[in-house]
């Protein structure tokens, strides 16, 4: 019963979590290319050469004690009080340091505008570092709903201000007053709706315990945030940040699609997955499932959108950012397997593996330091195609641990999710010669899109891919029963 009860609380969560991420990266998207419209790619350029700063100090500030919250189940109160004033110890110290590092920063790029900017920018970072135990909590009692009412209300209001200050004038200070007022925003909300004052102090037995799962995905954490953002620091020097701003709108898109999945699974599944994570033969049933449903959605968007990547940049960015459609192109198909790694990972930290996280990600590093030694002197393309070839090599790497547990590696992830592959990959080839058709690149985009939308569908039926019979008998129930209950 008790299980059953999680698996209903889960769904729920995974249903508000999709709302919250679909809707809020709806918003985002919108905003985002009212912005960029607005503003132009050296503004995006600017902010992408500090992202790598403001994503390190995230992590640091996290330090692996959001899941290693949700991953203890006997947490209690002096848990919850230790992260929040760890956290924020270390989020003021991150600040200042970074305060002090910002004319180094600016003279490394060699843009004097920067020192500014940042100063002002990783202000969000100390307002961050108070939301993690709200977070937390809402995310253990699996209240989906109210992050998603959050975090829409953050994301549009801080849309409006941006988009009003880039009508202003402002430039790239429109951007930097949008990440500030969305963290304000969210932290009011998570404070009203968390309902959680802290009521110990500081325990160093619990920061042990909570920091002996963390620290390896704070190392972790570091890593994948080294391999995630060093081509964001290294374009930004080598090239100029007009470049970087065509790769950063090229990376946008699958971006969008990736990383809303990706956010929407693991968090609103790893609570779940930890409360199995003594049942591996069960556990192992949940982790098909979601690798089944992720490749549904993920190839043939990602496919579609690498096919289509002129249309998309022209019709929605303008011709302005036409230069970004080949990295567009790119990242999306280097994108492809992103979640299916990102799910392997999470399931090795659902079992309190985080020592194993750790060390795949560090086997990482000199594939990282080999691809950059051969690419970058080549070309930004030759980047951007270096890091297709690496996904996979990670792909693999992320499943070697799986296979060594679960004796589910590599070969059976992909021979699982095999009707997919080859519905996606004619699906792509079919888009190709439709969109080609129509030199009106809207007519192209939106007749591309439906023609894939049709032709997977279809291909999946003739294919008899389980999982789409299952929806659409589900659907039929649904149907059923709401005309029953009128």
Same mark, same amino acid.
């Given at each position: 019963m008790e299980e059953k009860n999680l698996k209903r609380k889960t769904k729920v969560?995974?249903?508000?979590?999709?709302?919250?991420?679909?809707?809020?990266?709806?918003?985002?998207?919108?905003i985002s290319i009212i912005l960029a419209r607005l503003l132009n790619p050296h503004d995006y350029g600017i902010i992408g050469m500090v992202s790598i700063f403001i994503t390190?100090?995230?992590?640091?500030?996290?330090?692996?004690?959001?899941?290693?919250l949700i991953q203890k189940q006997d947490r209690n109160e002096i848990d919850y009080s230790t992260t929040l004033i760890f956290n924020v110890l270390i989020s003021?110290?991150?600040?200042?340091?970074?305060?002090?590092?910002?004319?180094?920063?600016?003279?490394?790029?060699?843009?004097?505008e920067l020192v500014r900017i940042q100063r002002v920018l990783f202000l969000f970072i100390i307002i961050n570092s108070l939301t993690i135990v709200q977070n937390a909590k809402l995310q253990i009692n699996l209240d989906f709903k109210s992050i998603a009412i959050i975090t829409a209300i953050s994301t549009i209001l801080s849309g409006f201000i941006a988009v009003i200050f880039?009508?202003?004038?402002?430039?790239?200070?429109?951007?930097?007053?949008?990440?500030?007022?969305? *963290?304000? @925003?969210?932290?009011?909300? %998570?404070? !009203?709706?968390?309902?959680?004052? =802290?009521?110990?102090?500081?325990?160093?037995?619990?920061?042990?315990?909570?920091?002996?799962?963390?620290?390896?995905?704070?190392?972790?954490?570091?890593?994948?945030?080294?391999?995630?953002?060093?081509?964001?620091?290294?374009?930004?020097?080598i090239y100029n940040p007009e470049n970087l701003g065509f790769y950063t709108r090229g990376q946008q898109f699958p971006d969008l699609t990736v990383g809303t999945l990706n956010s929407v699974l693991t968090n609103s599944t790893f609570p779940m997955m930890t409360a199995l994570q003594d049942n591996h033969e069960e556990l192992l049933n949940v982790f098909k499932r979601l690798l089944k449903l992720t490749s549904l959605i993920v190839f043939p968007a990602m496919i579609g959108m690498a096919?289509?990547?002129?249309?998309?940049?022209?019709?929605?960015?303008?011709?302005?950012?036409?230069? *970004?459609? @080949?990295?567009?192109?790119? %990242?999306? !198909?280097?994108?492809?397997?992103? =979640?299916?790694?990102?799910?392997?990972?999470?399931?090795?930290?659902?079992?309190?593996?985080?020592?194993?996280?750790?060390?795949?990600?560090?086997?990482?590093?000199?594939?990282?330091?080999?691809?950059?030694?051969?690419t970058f002197p080549?070309?930004?393309?030759?980047?951007?195609?270096?890091?297709t070839i690496t996904s996979v090599i990670y792909f693999y790497m992320n499943t070697f641990m799986i296979n060594k547990i679960f004796k589910f590696g590599f070969f059976k992830q992909i021979l699982l999710v095999w009707k997919t592959i080859i519905a996606s990959l004619i699906m792509g080839i079919l888009v190709f010669f439709i969109k080609n058709i129509f030199d009106n690149m809207l007519y192209g985009l939106i007749i591309g899109i439906l023609t894939g939308i049709i032709s997977y569908t279809i291909l999946l039926f003739f294919l008899r891919e389980e999982e789409l019979y299952l929806f659409f008998n589900k659907l039929k129930i649904y149907l059923n029963n709401t005309k029953k209950n009128k």
């Open positions: 969560g995974m249903a508000w979590n999709a709302i919250e991420k679909i809707s809020v990266q709806g918003i985002s998207f919108i390190f100090a995230n992590v640091f500030i996290d330090s692996g004690f959001l899941r290693a003021i110290i991150l600040y200042l340091i970074l305060f002090i590092a910002a004319p180094y920063i600016a003279n490394f790029y060699k843009t004097p880039a009508l202003k004038g402002f430039g790239v200070w429109a951007l930097v007053i949008q990440t500030l007022s969305k *963290a304000l @925003i969210s932290f009011i909300g %998570l404070w !009203i709706r968390g309902k959680w004052i =802290p009521k110990t102090g500081f325990s160093i037995d619990s920061f042990k315990k909570l920091f002996s799962y963390g620290s390896k995905l704070l190392f972790s954490g570091l890593l994948g945030t080294t391999i995630s953002n060093v081509n964001n620091l290294i374009i930004g020097k096919i289509l990547s002129e249309n998309i940049m022209l019709v929605i960015l303008g011709e302005k950012w036409l230069p *970004a459609a @080949i990295y567009l192109f790119w %990242l999306s !198909i280097s994108n492809i397997l992103v =979640p299916l790694s990102s799910l392997n990972l999470n399931l090795l930290n659902a079992i309190g593996r985080s020592d194993l996280f750790l060390k795949i990600d560090i086997a990482k590093v000199p594939i990282i330091i080999l691809t950059m030694i051969i080549i070309s930004l393309k030759a980047v951007v195609i270096g890091m």
